[in-house]
């Protein structure tokens, strides 16, 4: 048994996301927890190297997390030895140019979602991605949420019955940043940058349709800038260009209905942040990020739809919280796990750049249904 380092060369890591979720509390927690421990029982811990644009964010990360090695030249870090894998988890808009750097430099990579701006791009990834044989994945992490876990182990054991809808329900109020700091970095406003809540969000609730309830056949969306105004990080008045709300109907295999809400202009009055339900003949259940509840069919009340009638009826009462069972990893955590090993020693990681493609290909998709106001199949993906 022996322990090895390697050098993860990771770009993009100063926006929150890359910061919090794939530094922090994925590759300095595997380093701080001592590695990952092989099936032959050897550890690899991982080391990062940080690279990004701004040299005084990237030295101040690097000194409060113990980091050696930081720089603003991605070639110059494609050249350091011991360096198997690079991330990206920066702007969209350049990531299929960085990565295929990365991988003509014979790096495994490993990315954000979207995988490009759009599907064209996306499968050009996955196809040179092969040509150069390294191996290659893109972030998932939704799949590992405790609710959507909970959802899947229902479907295991088939509660539904024959589940015929699902719906999902995302979104919260940004502000607009004219009078209190906008969540969200301004140009995910903009379409000339890469912005908008359709490639954003909708390469997510792709994969999470095709692996809980099956593929995806059809699209019809429609789009709304409802926050026309807003204010950038420099407190200077920009107009919106990318749509912040988009409302989809998806038809999947076995019949089943999707209803997608996606909005960056709602304010929040449900379970959590995001909620899924799905229902089905034989029972119903929604979760959120953590949480699940279910109501099956001997338990569904009988309802009667009287406007006359102040409703008193609570109907949180009548759904059953779905218990957890065992401890769940961070789901960025487990694929970092996941990838790591695929690179090391070649278990199987499903969620390649060809998945990736597949989610862009969705939202590309519902672009064009918004755009000419129909329903759109989805072309079948060309094979990997």
């Known amino acids: 048994m022996s322990a090895t380092k390697i050098g993860i060369i990771m770009h993009g890591i100063t926006g929150r996301m890359g910061l919090r979720q794939h530094l922090i509390r994925s590759i300095l927690a595997i380093r701080n927890e001592g590695g990952i421990t092989l099936n032959n029982g050897d550890i690899i ?3 990062p190297i940080l690279v990004g644009r701004n040299l005084a964010k990237l030295e101040k990360i690097a000194k ?21 894998i690079f991330f990206d988890a920066a702007s969209t808009k350049l990531r299929a140019e960085i990565l295929k750097k990365a991988m003509s430099a014979g790096k495994h990579v490993y990315c954000e979602k979207p995988t490009a701006e759009n599907y064209q791009d996306a499968l050009e990834l996955a196809q040179f991605a092969k040509a150069k044989s390294v191996k290659n994945g893109v972030v998932q992490d939704k799949l590992f949420l ?6 899947q182990r229902l479907i295991n054991e088939n509660f539904f019955g024959k589940i015929h809808s699902i719906k999902i329900d995302f979104g919260y109020w940004v502000h607009s940043g004219e009078f209190t700091t906008a969540q969200r970095p ?20 792709h994969y999470v349709l095709e692996n809980l309830l099956g593929e995806v056949k059809s ?3 429609h789009g709304e800038i409802h ?3 807003r204010w950038d990080e420099n407190n200077e008045h920009y107009q919106t260009t990318a749509e912040d709300a988009a409302y989809v109907i998806a038809n999947l295999s076995d019949d089943i209905t999707a209803h997608i809400s996606n909005s960056w202009a ?9 909620t899924f339900q799905i229902d089905g003949s034989d029972g119903s259940a929604i979760a959120g990020l953590t949480e699940a509840h ?45 990838f790591i090993k695929h690179v090391v020693e070649d278990s199987p990681f499903p969620w390649d750049f060809h998945s990736g493609a597949k989610g862009v290909q969705f939202a590309e998709m519902a672009i064009r249904s918004w755009k000419e106001r129909k329903v759109i199949d989805l072309p079948q993906l060309e094979s990997n």
């Open 45 to 47: 811990i991982p080391e």
């Open 64 to 84: 409060k997390h113990y980091i050696e090695k930081y720089m603003t030249d991605i070639g110059q870090a494609l050249q350091l030895p011991n360096t198997p």
């Open 146 to 151: 405790p609710g959507l876990l909970k959802l």
């Open 186 to 205: 301004s140009w995910n406003y903009r379409q000339q940058d890469g912005g908008g809540i359709i490639l954003d969000m909708l390469p997510h609730w």
């Open 219 to 221: 699209v019809f969306c």
């Open 227 to 229: 926050i026309k105004d």
């Open 266 to 274: 709602t304010r929040v009055d449900r379970r959590d942040l995001v």
């Open 294 to 338: 279910c109501q099956s069919k001997l338990n569904t009340p009988k309802f009667v739809w009287d406007p006359d009638k102040k409703l008193t009826h609570n109907f949180s009462h009548d759904w059953i919280a779905v218990p957890d069972l065992e401890p769940v990893e961070n789901g960025f955590k487990k694929q970092w796990v996941d």
